[in-house]
């Protein structure tokens, strides 16, 4: 079951098509949305996903789920732009920036 554990995870977002693609950095999670806004609920709604599955396979939250790859962080470190979950009582703690 999912516990009371705080998760801070940061994500780089970029546009793909009409779609936003958002990307975990800490962890190799992938989440879209065609609508800029909606990037931090939909990026939170899959790291949710995750713990649930890896919780359900007898695992720690999140454990043994990879950083992305190295290029995402190079992205997340030059971004400008920020965006952050404003209510963290529903879900992680959710820090997306958007790529240039």
């Not at 939909?42 to 043994?64: C, D, M, P, Y």
């Not at 470190?77 to 879900?91: F, I, L, N, V, Y």
Request: glycine fraction near 4%.
């Amino acid at each position: 079951m999912l516990n009371s554990e705080q998760f801070n995870i940061s994500a780089i977002a970029f546009k793909e098509g009409d779609a936003w693609v958002v990307q975990g950095i800490e962890y190799d999670i992938v989440a879209h949305a065609y609508d800029v806004v909606k990037l931090p609920h939909a990026f939170a709604r899959a790291v949710l996903e995750n713990i649930v599955i890896t919780e359900h396979l007898g695992r720690n939250a999140l454990e043994g789920i990879k950083p992305a790859p190295d290029h995402f962080r190079e992205m997340y470190e030059h971004a400008e732009t920020e965006m952050r979950t404003t209510r963290t009582d529903r879900g992680p703690s959710v820090v997306v920036r958007l790529a240039a």
